[in-house]
């Protein structure tokens, strides 16, 4: 099982993203950036900051990580497709109470 710094390690890898370029978006020095994705545990303000610079919903690595995907490809396939049928659901209930609304009214 991967931890969460693992996961994150391995995404930044997978996409070909400096650590430089990652510390610079993050505020955080590469040095601790490289210690934090080395480290067996994470605090969640560094987790929100590494999300935000990877313009990353800040529960995705926990999605990835609760989920052990074998890549950030699959994990990001996987709540692409979480989102459509998030929004096929918002788009049926819009339906339903506009039914309701055209039914009985205000």
Known sequence: MHTLNEIIKKYIEEKGIKLSELAKKTGISAQ???RIL????LKVSQLFSISDA????????IYCYTRQFNSADECL???K??????KQLRDQIILLQNKII???GN
């Not at 080395?38 to 545990?41: E, I, L, N, P, S």
């Not at 990877?54 to 690595?61: G, M």
């Not at 497709?81 to 998030?86: F, I, S, T, V």
């Open 77 to 79: 396939m996987s709540i």
């Open 38 to 41: 080395h480290a067996k545990d």
């Open 81 to 86: 497709l979480l989102e459509d049928e998030n």
């Open 32 to 34: 601790n950036l490289s």
């Open 102 to 104: 055209e039914l009985f």
């Open 54 to 61: 990877l313009n990353l919903p800040y529960d995705y690595f």
